[in-house]
C-alpha cells in the first residue's frame, strides 16, 4: 500500500533521468539536498549539511530550469533529535540506519517562505548552482529565523499575529 500512496503523491524515487523528465514536463519537483543527515544531525543553529551533493543541481541543468529556494521557519523545533550523539552519527554513516532519538511534535508556528529563483544559465556547472542555491537558502534562514532556534520561542509565536509582507 506504501508505493500505492508514493504514487498517489507524485514521489519520485529516482534516478536522476526521471526526475529531468517530470520538470520537462512542467512539474515541479521539490528536492532536500540535506536528505535525512540533514533531518537528523542538523541543530538549532539551522546548518546546512549537504556535504558534497548536488544532483540536485544536475537535474535542474539537465532540465533548464530554474532553482526555488525554499524554507520553513521553526521546522526543527517541532521535532528534535539526539543527532548530536557521536555513535549515533557513527552508526548513520557506516551502516546507512538512521537510528536516532526522536522527540517532540510541539505544535509549533511553521511558515514557509520562498525565495527568489535562480534562473537557469547554460554555462552555469553543478557545482556553481549548488554553490549559489546553498547561499539563497541561507539568506532565507538568516532573513526569517531566529538563531539559535528555541522550542519556547516557536510554541509562543503561534499566539503572535503577523503582517503579510509584499
Same mark, same amino acid.
Given at each position: 500500500g506504501f508505493k500505492l500512496l508514493l504514487d498517489v503523491l507524485g514521489v519520485l524515487h529516482g534516478p536522476k533521468e526521471e526526475c529531468v523528465k517530470a520538470l520537462k514536463k512542467g512539474?515541479?519537483?521539490a528536492v532536500a539536498p540535506g536528505g535525512v543527515r540533514e533531518a537528523l544531525f542538523s541543530d538549532e543553529m539551522y546548518t546546512i549539511i549537504w556535504g558534497d551533493r548536488k544532483g540536485?543541481?544536475?537535474? /535542474?541543468i539537465d532540465?533548464?530550469?530554474p532553482i526555488i529556494p525554499m524554507f520553513t521557519q521553526n521546522v526543527r523545533e517541532g521535532i528534535r533529535?539526539?543527532?548530536g550523539i557521536k555513535i549515533f552519527r557513527s552508526l548513520y554513516e557506516r551502516f546507512r540506519l538512521p537510528?536516532?532519538?526522536l522527540y517532540g511534535g510541539f505544535p509549533v508556528k511553521l511558515r514557509t517562505f520562498i525565495g527568489k529563483p535562480i534562473p537557469y544559465e547554460p554555462n552555469v556547472t553543478a557545482e556553481e548552482l549548488t554553490v549559489? /542555491?546553498?547561499a539563497a537558502l541561507h539568506d532565507l534562514i538568516q532573513k526569517h529565523q531566529k538563531i539559535p532556534g528555541n522550542i519556547f520561542r516557536a510554541l509562543m509565536e503561534r499566539f503572535q499575529t503577523h503582517q503579510k509582507e509584499d
Open positions: 512539474r515541479l519537483l540536485f543541481a544536475q537535474v /535542474a532540465a533548464e530550469v533529535t539526539l543527532g537510528l536516532v532519538p549559489k /542555491a546553498k
